[in-house]
Each structure stands twice: as C-alpha cells, then as structure tokens.
C-alpha cells in the first residue's frame, strides 16, 4: 500500500521510468511533482515525436536476484499515487543512459538503462517506441528528455 505522501508501503518492482527532463521537479521534463503546472500536449512545445515520456532504467546488476530486496522507491520503483517525494522512477535525461551495472554512485539512480546489449526502448509522448543506443551523444539525449528547449532531434541519433 502507498499513501499520497510518497514512498510507503509496499509496491511491484517496476524496470521502467518516467522523465522528469533534467530540473529535480520536473519543470521541463513530462512527468512533474504534485503541485507544478500539469504537463498537457500544447506544453511539449518541442513536439510530442521530440520528447522522452517513458523508458526502462538502470538497473544494479545485484538486484537481479534479490526477490526480497529493500522496500524503497529506488530498489522496487512502483509508482504511488500523488506522488511528492524523490522516487527511483523519475529519471533524468542530464546522465549517459547506460547497460545495467554494479551500482557506483547515487547518479546510477537517476539514469535510463537496461539489460539489453547495445540500448533501451523509450516511448516518446507521440506513443512510438525507440530503440536509444547507449552512446547517444548525451546533448541529443538531454534535447530529446526536455519538452521546452525548442531543440529539435533526428530520430536516426537514438
């Protein structure tokens, strides 16, 4: 059970997150904290194709076995409802997405991942879906988790 107070209870580990752009409140990302201005379409003013809504997460490579593993937002990262606290599941598009690994500094919390060789699937906030390699030049990623920064990207540099 999660109350509206955040990170409580228990919840499903969860391998994937949201963006939250590169601000610690969400302001220019598409998933925002309790009390910001709702993200709605006419705010993504880069275009819904130009914007990161959802993707899988980094991942320490320890808790791959842990069934148990600590009830906290970051380990089991299900989503609570109104949510207001700092939360695993809301990522950032300012860290190099990366293969899952050992865990090594509190960033590695933060960054889009996956377990998969070369990259990981994203949802853009059209509703496609995108392979993102892992050596996307950080920028074009940054352009690509921020809705308001007028940069536009190619697809073909995911």
Do not use: C
């Not at 925002?32 to 819904?48: C, E, F, H, L, Y």
């Not at 937002?73 to 990522?91: E, K, P």
């Not at 990366?98 to 994203?122: E, I, M, N």
């Amino acid at each position: 059970m999660t109350g509206q107070g955040g990170s409580n209870g228990l919840r499903a580990q969860i391998d994937y997150g949201s963006n939250q752009g590169t601000a610690n409140n969400g302001a220019n990302g598409v998933v925002v904290k309790m009390g910001q201005n709702p993200v709605r379409m006419a705010t993504i003013s880069d275009g819904t194709s130009n914007t990161l809504l959802v993707a899988e997460r980094w991942r320490a490579l320890s808790w791959y076995f842990q069934p148990g593993g600590p009830e906290t937002d970051d380990y089991r990262g299900g989503y609570t409802a109104g949510y207001t606290a700092g939360s695993g599941i809301n990522l950032w598009g300012a860290y190099q997405p990366s293969l899952d690994s050992t865990y090594a500094v509190v960033t590695d919390l933060r960054k889009f991942g996956s377990a998969h060789p070369s990259g990981f699937h994203g949802v853009l906030a059209d509703g496609t879906v995108r392979a993102i390699r892992y050596d996307v030049n950080l920028g074009v990623f940054t352009n690509l988790s921020v809705r308001n920064d007028g940069q536009s990207i190619s697809l073909d540099d995911l």
